[in-house]
């Protein structure tokens, strides 16, 4: 399974940026759970949103200005970003794990993983 994070670049502060996740051929897809995470140099990666059949999550610090949506026949997950602020920049990862449960937003529960796009705030 590979996974294709694309969409990150440089945007202004309150300006808005849509993120794709992209997934090889995998099985069940409308049962696997896709998150989208951060990660800035010295700090862990954290869970910024995720979705699954049953539910969708954000974290606190995005919650009313991101919004997760997928589509299972294209095999795509998007994010989309606005009012983006200098804190949200840093690398963004997305990740997926074949289970049919309630995602969640922390990186242990993902088996793979993209390479990461590069989102940059500031202006």
């Known amino acids: 399974v590979q996974l294709v994070e694309s969409g990150g670049g440089l945007v202004q502060p309150g300006g808005s940026l849509r993120l794709s996740c992209t997934a090889s051929?995998?099985?069940?897809?409308?049962?696997?759970?896709i998150g989208w995470f951060r990660q800035v140099p010295g700090a862990e990666r954290e869970g910024v949103s995720c979705t699954s059949k049953f539910n969708t999550m954000y974290s606190d610090s995005v919650k009313g200005r991101f919004t997760i949506s997928r589509d299972n026949a294209k095999r795509i997950v998007y994010l989309q970003m606005n009012d983006l602020k200098p804190e949200d920049a840093g690398i963004y990862y997305c990740?997926?794990?074949?289970?049919?449960?309630?995602?969640?937003?922390?990186?242990?529960?993902?088996?793979?993983w993209g390479q990461g796009t590069q989102v940059t705030v500031s202006s």
């Open positions: 990740a997926a794990v074949g289970r049919s449960d309630y995602c969640s937003l922390l990186p242990r529960r993902y088996y793979y």
């Open positions: 051929v995998m099985s069940s897809y409308d049962y696997t759970n």
